[in-house]
């Protein structure tokens, strides 16, 4: 079973923070790299953050300075500070799935997604 679990989101004031986490699990080689998405209403699919195993960030210019990427093996977390209106959406994590180390089999597998909403 290859999964990805996702929690934090929520409602915050402007200006405000929260902090998302992805667990991603599964008997494979490697979820390499890790990636946050966001999709606001009638709006395409937004890729905010990468991070690879080696531990390099990409960053939308929408949120650089205000969201910062980690990684502790297999969980990614985003922190978002400083929030605004503009970043209400659903957050989604997604994996690039690697299942043997030499061998090129890889997919792709997406979180749930979950809704944050930054308003007064």
């Known amino acids: 079973q290859v999964q990805l679990v996702e929690s934090g989101g929520g409602l915050v004031q402007p200006g405000g923070s929260l902090r998302l986490s992805c667990a991603a699990s599964?008997?494979?080689?490697?979820?390499?790299?890790m990636r946050w998405y966001r999709q606001a209403p009638g709006k395409q699919r937004e890729l905010v953050a990468t991070?690879?195993?080696?531990?390099s960030t990409t960053y939308a210019d929408s949120v650089k300075g205000r969201f910062t990427i980690s990684r502790v093996k297999d969980t990614v977390n985003l922190q978002m500070d400083r929030l605004l209106p503009e970043d209400t959406a659903v957050y989604y994590c997604?994996?690039?799935?690697?299942?043997?180390?030499?061998?090129?089999?890889?997919?792709?597998?997406w979180g749930q997604g979950t809704q944050v909403t930054v308003s007064s």
């Open positions: 991070i690879t195993s080696g531990g």
């Open positions: 997604n994996a690039e799935v690697t299942v043997y180390e030499d061998y090129g089999e890889e997919y792709d597998v």
């Open positions: 599964g008997d494979v080689f490697s979820f390499n790299p």
